[in-house]
């Protein structure tokens, strides 16, 4: 899909070359490392060729995808691309999922984000961070304890 100064590629090898920026959504390589090779791998280009934003959509069960990872590039970002990305994400499952999930840290920033894509908060996975994670993340100037995990109906 092409946007008016974007495309989108799925991505099928070389997906570690894309780590720097997926680190970005998630602190924590071996968090990466358990869904990497797993989902589907997309990223943003600009038309100068410059890696704009990337994500990763697992395979669920019952109807259900999961946005694992999205980012975006600091200086791309607050310039819609990530929602951009989130659309075509949308689009694309749609004729073989019903739903898309998302978790993330207990970030309003975050949590807001995807609330204005569309989607609703599901459930809470309590201490999430605290547990599965070797250091503490701050966003915000807060501490991400519980993941949140929000969803969309897509299809």
Request: charge should be negative; proline fraction near 1%; hydrophobic fraction near 40%.
């Amino acid at each position: 899909m092409t946007f008016s100064n974007t495309r989108i590629s799925l991505i099928k090898t070389g997906k570690k070359h894309f780590l720097p920026l997926l680190l970005l959504a998630d602190e924590q390589e071996s968090m990466i490392d358990r869904y990497l090779d797993k989902g589907d791998l997309y990223a943003m280009f600009g038309n100068d060729g410059d890696l704009i934003a990337v994500a990763v959509v697992t395979d669920g069960t019952d109807g259900v995808c999961e946005l694992k990872n999205l980012a975006v590039a600091p200086e791309y970002q607050h310039q819609g691309y990530g929602r951009r990305m989130v659309d075509f994400l949308c689009n694309r499952y749609k004729d073989n999922y019903n739903i898309m999930q998302v978790g993330t840290g207990d970030s309003m920033i975050t949590i807001g984000f995807y609330e204005s894509c569309g989607f609703v908060v599901s459930h809470i996975v309590k201490d999430f961070f605290i547990i599965n994670y070797d250091h503490a993340i701050i966003e915000d100037g807060h501490r991400l304890k519980d993941m949140v995990y929000l969803k969309k109906t897509i299809g």
